[in-house]
Structures are given as structure tokens and as C-alpha cells.
């Protein structure tokens, strides 16, 4: 399986209770500044990501980038977020260059909010800093009874088809959809080949990667399977024009024009500094059919889906959203299994800012 590249293997693995390494991440949140209530906030919305197997955007990949960020002063940990347009289904804020792990929640729920009185509800949000997991700002919209989308520019990593120069963001797209007694929908893809921490975590862990992910520094596709290079930029989802990088590159710039270009900001290569922004959606399930006709035929997709026959090379058939739901049962009750090297940062990070932690 592919992922597997990308999972540390359980001989190396330190397994963490969730509880032991929250405590540990909102105090550090907190000695960099952060109030109690985002710094509680911040870490729910790692934790997601570890949980379900998202490690790309959990605490081990994301946290010393953002450390860099806070010591560099592109990331203001009291920001004070601004509604600067607004009318009855829609706003945009100013992030005040906020970390988007607790901004973008907030943004999700005024969708919601909005989604409750109108039907719909979309909400840009601009001067902001990475999000991290696309997909826990969409989920959060399941438990209201609403269908939710959210997508943010990030990672000027990822060349156009046929470029030979980094152009677009890696750009995830994430939908949350409720399945009733199936596991919910839930996709969550950046628009390059792969995200661009899976590729991090293949260099760290020494995996290789399979062909049309990544390009040489002039642009080209490398085109056989190869172990990550010190230096490289991502091809758009397809990797070549002959696999469809076309339509990963389209999503990619409808990306760049919803979260950025809607909110007021330009292009986003031409930003500096960490710079981004988000849209988020909300459905109001109600509001355009009945929500238990909704629930039903989302069951029977979700399910048709689960037992269509595989092919003799695999045991069944997933759908986005299952493989995460089945890992978030076994991490919470065996621990999230990090990297020692990841669990030794910590240790070490705490110890530097002089705040306790539990692993």
C-alpha cells in the first residue's frame, strides 16, 4: 500500500496516548504566547490529523515548522481576527495573521452559523498562516447536520503542467459528508501529486517515491521510482499532461481564486512570509432535501461503495473518509505511534521552554 511508505514502522514506533501528548502540545502552544483557549484549540486540530492517521499535518511534521514561524514573527499568537465584509451568507476575515489552526475552526462554525439561516454559509478568510488537516475544519460540520468544504492555499511547491517553475500551492480540497450508520464521507487531497509533508516524512523515514510525484530543480518529472532528493518541487495531481495533470493544476488555481483572489489578496506566488488564506462552506442539509431521504441514500452510497467486489490484488474497496475512521479507533486506544526522534523534539522543546509535558 502506498501509505505505508509514509507510516513509521511499529518496531520504531513510540506510542503516545492522545491525552499525554495534548497536555504537552498546549503547553508549548502557551509558552509561545498563545492564550489557554487557542492554544487548547490549536492542538485539538493536530491531534485530528494523528488520530486518523493524517501524520502529514500532525504534530510531528507540523510543529517545528510552526515553531520557525513563531521565533521568525510570521505568526502573531494573539491575533485579533476582524470581519471586514459580511452580508447574510457569507463573510470575509482578516486574520490578523493568526495561526489557522484557530481561526479556521472559528471560520467554519460563523459558515455554519451563517448555513443555519440561510441554507448555505461561506466564509474567506484572508492574512491568515496554515490551517493544517483541510479536512477537520470540514468535519466539523457533520455534527451540525450540514454537509461542509473547506480549502486553503499552501505550499508554493507544486509547477503548472508543462512548467518549469513552482506556480501554484499544494491547494487541499476537503468534503465532509455525514454517512448515517456508515462512517462519514470525508476526502481531504491536496491538488498536487501527493502533500508535500508525505514527501518530508518519505526523505525522513529514507522510502522512496513512486514515479510522477516529484520534479528535478528544471521542472522535470522524474519519472521512475527514486528516493526524495535534498531539493525538488511537486507535480499537480496526474504528475504528467498524460495522466491528467491538467485537471489537478485547474484545481489547483480554482484554489488560488476561492481562497484568495475572493478575499481581496493576489496571486498566491505573489506572497511573501507565510501568507495564505482559507474558504470554508456549510450546507444546510434541510434547506435542499428531506434530511432523512439525505441520510438513507448517503448510507446506500457509502455502503455500495464498501462492498463493491475488489480486484484479486486487494482485500475491499474504501471510500474516503473509512481507512481514517477505522485508525482513529485503534490510536485512541493504543496511542498514536510517533518517530522516537519526533518524541525526543518534544522532550527537548519543552525542556527549552521551561513547561512540563507528559511523554
Same mark, same amino acid.
Given at each position: ?16 496516548? =492522545? ?28 491531534? +485530528? ?5 493524517? $501524520? ?6 507540523? *510543529?517545528?515548522? +510552526? ?18 465584509? #459580511? ?19 472559528? &471560520? ?7 448555513? &443555519?439561516?440561510?441554507?448555505? !454559509? ?39 503542467? *508543462? ?18 450508520? #456508515?462512517?462519514?464521507?470525508?476526502? $481531504? &487531497? ?15 523515514? !529514507? ?17 521512475? #521510482? ?42 498566491? *506566488? ?29 448510507? =446506500? ?24 475512521? #477505522?485508525?482513529? +479507533? =485503534? ?29
Amino acid at each position: 500500500m502506498a501509505e505505508d511508505r509514509f507510516t513509521v514502522p511499529e518496531h520504531l514506533a513510540v506510542r503516545v496516548p =492522545e491525552a499525554d501528548m495534548r497536555t504537552t502540545v498546549e503547553a508549548i502552544f502557551g509558552a509561545v504566547g498563545m492564550p489557554l483557549a487557542d492554544a487548547a484549540q490549536a492542538a485539538d486540530t493536530l491531534l +485530528y490529523a494523528d488520530l486518523r492517521g493524517i $501524520d502529514s499535518h500532525g504534530v510531528s511534521n507540523m *510543529f517545528p515548522i +510552526y515553531m520557525g514561524w513563531f521565533r521568525d514573527g510570521l505568526i502573531n499568537p494573539t491575533p485579533t481576527p476582524n470581519v471586514i465584509r #459580511e452580508a447574510a451568507a457569507v463573510a470575509s476575515i482578516d486574520d490578523d495573521r493568526g495561526l489557522g489552526l484557530v481561526t479556521g475552526p472559528r &471560520a467554519m462554525d460563523l459558515a455554519i452559523a451563517k448555513a &443555519a439561516e440561510c441554507g448555505i !454559509g461561506a466564509v474567506t478568510v484572508t492574512n491568515g498562516r496554515h490551517y493544517g488537516a483541510a479536512a477537520y475544519h470540514a468535519h466539523r460540520a457533520i455534527e451540525h447536520g450540514m454537509i461542509g468544504v473547506s480549502m486553503t492555499i499552501g505550499g508554493l511547491m507544486v509547477v503548472p503542467t *508543462f512548467g518549469a517553475k513552482p506556480m501554484v500551492g499544494l491547494n487541499p480540497i476537503a468534503v465532509a459528508v455525514g454517512g448515517g450508520s #456508515e462512517a462519514p464521507f470525508v476526502f $481531504d &487531497a491536496s491538488m498536487s501529486s501527493v502533500a508535500g509533508n508525505k514527501i518530508r516524512i518519505a526523505r525522513r523515514l !529514507g522510502s522512496t517515491v513512486p514515479p510522477g510525484w516529484i520534479t528535478d530543480l528544471n521542472g522535470e518529472p522524474i519519472l521512475s #521510482e527514486s528516493l526524495v532528493p535534498d531539493e525538488f518541487f511537486m507535480l499537480p495531481t496526474g504528475g504528467t499532461r498524460e495522466g491528467g495533470s491538467h485537471k489537478g493544476y485547474g484545481l489547483a488555481t480554482m484554489v488560488d481564486i476561492l481562497c484568495g483572489i475572493l478575499g481581496g489578496d493576489p496571486p498566491g *506566488f505573489l506572497r511573501q512570509g507565510g501568507d495564505v488564506s482559507h474558504h470554508f462552506l456549510a450546507y444546510r442539509i434541510d434547506a435542499f432535501c428531506d434530511p432523512d431521504d439525505f441520510a438513507t441514500h448517503m448510507e =446506500e452510497l457509502l455502503k455500495g461503495l464498501r462492498l463493491t467486489p475488489p480486484v484479486s490484488s486487494h482485500e475491499r474497496v474504501l471510500y474516503a473518509g473509512l481507512r481514517e475512521h #477505522e485508525i482513529e +479507533y =485503534e490510536r485512541r486506544a493504543i496511542g498514536i505511534p510517533y518517530h522516537p526522534d519526533v518524541v525526543q523534539y518534544f522532550r527537548n522543546l519543552a525542556a527549552e521552554l521551561g513547561v512540563q509535558h507528559q511523554l
